[in-house]
């Protein structure tokens, strides 16, 4: 597994295994199935409503907490320092953790200055309750914004981004700024894994589309953390790895819509 090397010092695993919509007895197998294959790279938020599932999954398998990356978010209804604080405690005590490694905000707020919250997000630093701080769903100005208020170094801005929503504007101003950035849906919920063009790309490598979707995001240095419900999917999306897209085939996927 490629790490990428965060603007705080720490490695995040470029592959992850994302949990939105995962809920119950599913959320906790898949956890504890996916860690089996080798993913250590845990992505969930407070609005995921799973957190406590999650919790269980790795307590269940008793993995040491040092080889997990593990992220959550934090509301953008919660964005305030005392509502931050509130809902991080919530957070720990729900996943049962000391720490999280990696620490967003979920949504930008209208109403609560980006000061104010990463001010919380210091203390919790600081309280070494976190390792490092990041954003998601951030525009180019946003981005702009939070790295100069930040007291903190922001690591990474996660967005949905894939062949049909390339980000390539953004992702080349997060990359000067030294802010990883982190794809959320990466296969558009699906369906990708239909698509003719990443189709045709696939059969010559021997792969599908949807690995073919992985791929051209991983070889682009971004975070990619695909949901999966199944066991042959979680194995299926770390098989992308060994092989390599050529550049008229990345090409062809950057104009892909």
């Not at 269980?56 to 305030?80: G, M």
């Not at 953790?97 to 980006?114: K, R, T, W």
């Not at 702009?144 to 390539?168: F, K, M």
Request: proline share 3%.
């Amino acid at each position: 597994m490629k790490n990428i090397t965060l603007a705080s010092g720490h490695e995040l695993p470029i592959l992850g295994l994302g949990t939105w919509q995962l809920k119950g007895r599913q959320c906790r197998r898949i956890v504890k199935e996916a860690i089996s294959l080798g993913y250590t790279h845990i992505d969930t938020a407070w609005m995921y409503q799973n957190q406590r599932e999650i919790g269980k999954a790795l307590r269940d398998i008793h993995i040491d907490r040092e080889k997990i990356f593990l992220t959550t978010k934090i509301w953008h209804t919660h964005l305030s320092h005392a509502n931050v604080l509130a809902q991080f405690e919530e957070c720990l005590d729900d996943l049962q953790m000391d720490y999280v490694d990696l620490l967003l905000i979920h949504h930008p707020s209208d109403s609560v200055p980006f000061s104010e919250t990463f001010e919380a997000f210091h203390k919790l630093y600081e309280a070494g309750s976190v390792k490092s701080i990041g954003i998601s769903n951030f525009s180019i100005a946003q981005v702009e914004e939070a790295c100069e208020v930040s007291e903190l170094p922001i690591c990474t801005n996660q967005v949905e981004y894939h062949v049909r929503r390339n980000r390539s504007e953004l992702r080349d101003y997060c990359h000067a700024r030294d802010v990883v950035m982190t794809a959320h849906r990466p296969l558009a919920v699906g369906d990708l894994a239909s698509d003719t063009v990443l189709g045709d790309i696939g059969v010559r490598h021997g792969k599908t589309a949807a690995q073919v979707a992985l791929r051209w995001l991983i070889q682009q240095d971004i975070i990619t953390i695909p949901k999966s419900g199944s066991v042959p999917h979680l194995s299926e999306n770390l098989d992308v790895f060994a092989w390599q897209l050529t550049d008229e085939e990345m090409q062809t996927l950057d104009t892909v819509t």
